[in-house]
């Protein structure tokens, strides 16, 4: 029987928005939420002398019960952050001194990662660490063995995404935190774009620090947590990044966003909630995409059966990317790679990573969804492209 699924978010007039791996539109609930923070409430969750003070501080509890709960953690491992971005900062840069001062200055990453990983990297290098970036197969998906094989005795940190941002694809993180069962290294997972969506794989207990994104999960932009798991009794040894207040254990100073922070906390139980709705809404809307585009001969980019269903990264041989978002851009709002490396265009880091040709990667562009996504005609989509041949 076929899913009927009613969408909640008013399309403005204009291209239908699909891009939604960049920033995704906020649940109606949850920006109810945050209105009513911004309006109707005013305490700092750190003030203690009265009732405003003191509902506030229950709120931002509240919220990191709600993100604990979809993982499995307990509520003192989540601290709030301004996204994924700061979060991945936090736990590299964090874990340095440690590094340092154990002579263990070796880290292990993909060559595939967000810029928020690999550009900190680049940085501890700059400082005399040594960074080992282990290359994607030609599916988009990393090697558990290939990560066991970059391990050495002196590997502080393994960090690998969960969801690539271009092309869906999945990581094998059970297979990695087996690799690692025998190893000390600490195993980071940024999962801005697979928190609340592939919710299975971020409870495993071997994985260390998970960073996450509220505008990714239908909450709003300015917001996101990093989740420190305990090992035995411990939590990974992160130092500051910044001092002056000692909010969040010292960790990450700062008078808590609670209106934003109450909007992730709802964004993050409503994400675990409706998951497996939220998919098949994706994946109706997938397989309309591919029977419309697969006819004319598009070159998918990524695993097919480790891809998340809200994406689809693909070329069409002979149009450039540049050209074909041009093309449909009275239709739908799509992308050509990462948002934050979209303002001076560049190669997919990505799509290189994974042996593809320069024609393949010059054609290569993100079409990204989600459950409040309006209804598309793909035919439309199909013969706006075959017109361009």
Known sequence: MKHTFVSTHKQ???????????????????????????????????????????????????????????????????????????????????????GESARRRHIISTAIEHKAVLEPLEALAARGFEITLVKPKQDGEVSANAIHSALRPDTLLVSVMHVNNETGVCQPLAQIAEVLSDHDAYFHVDAAQGFGKDLASLANPRIDLIS????????PVGVGALITKRRGFRKPPLVPLCHGGGQERGLRPGTLPVPLIVGLGLAAELAAQNSKQRALRCSEMKTAALAALQPLGIELHGNSGATLPHVINFSVPGIDAEALMVALKDLIAISNGSACTSQSYKPSHVLSAMGLSDRTVAGAVRVSWCHMTPDIDWNVIAQRIESMR
């Open 12 to 98: 403005t007039v204009g291209p239908i928005y699909m891009d939604c791996n960049a920033t995704a539109p906020m649940e109606p609930a949850v920006r109810d939420a945050v209105i009513h923070w911004l309006t109707d409430e005013i305490g700092n969750a750190g003030s203690r002398t009265h009732e405003y003070g003191s509902r506030a501080k229950r709120a931002v509890q509240h919220a990191r019960e709600q993100i604990a709960a979809v993982i499995g953690v307990t509520a003192d491992e989540v601290l709030f952050t301004s996204g994924a971005t700061e979060s991945d900062n936090l736990a590299i840069f964090g874990l340095a001194a440690h």
């Open 212 to 219: 996450i994104s509220a505008h990714k999960i239908y909450g």
